[in-house]
């Protein structure tokens, strides 16, 4: 809700996300200094915040911006594993605004590595791991966490 106070943490985490999309703290220190001297003693909006992140990471973060900012609910991860032979296939979906296709850091057990999920299910093949292990990375994203 506009005006409310949970625009605060949200934005904090939405932040906190997008820097862990960038995956380059240099880079990320560089963007967020670079929009204060960029925008110095002008006024400006979210859009242009948003344009200049889009320019600077040479990435379309639109719908990313859009989820976060104009819908009060956060994405959901919906995901089952399935066990067929010795290899473990996850099944994955966003439960987001449409095109939302943020990338996701899940982990097997050794090291992290990304996935590409989108609002359509995906079937991605994880080869063979203790179930157990399994871990998304909840810590370093703002989102929720449906397991079928």
């Known amino acids: 809700q506009q005006g409310s106070s949970d625009m605060y943490y949200k934005g904090s985490l939405m932040l906190h996300t997008l820097r862990t999309l960038i995956n380059n703290d240099n880079f990320w220190f ?53 066990k067929e032979g010795r290899n473990i296939t996850l099944i994955c979906r966003w439960n987001a605004i449409n095109n939302f296709d943020m990338p996701l850091l899940v982990n097997t057990g050794a090291d992290d590595f990304w996935i590409y999920p989108s609002t359509e299910f995906t079937e991605i093949d994880l080869g063979s791991f203790d179930r157990s292990v399994f871990q998304i990375r909840q810590d370093l994203f703002y989102i929720d966490i449906k397991k079928k």
């Open 30 to 82: 560089e963007i967020i200094i670079g929009i204060h001297n960029s925008f110095r003693h002008q006024n400006i909006d979210g859009n242009d915040v948003i344009s200049y992140i889009n320019k600077k990471t040479n990435k379309d973060f639109s719908v990313f911006f859009n989820q976060y900012l104009n819908y009060s609910t956060i994405p959901e991860f919906e995901y089952s594993l399935e």
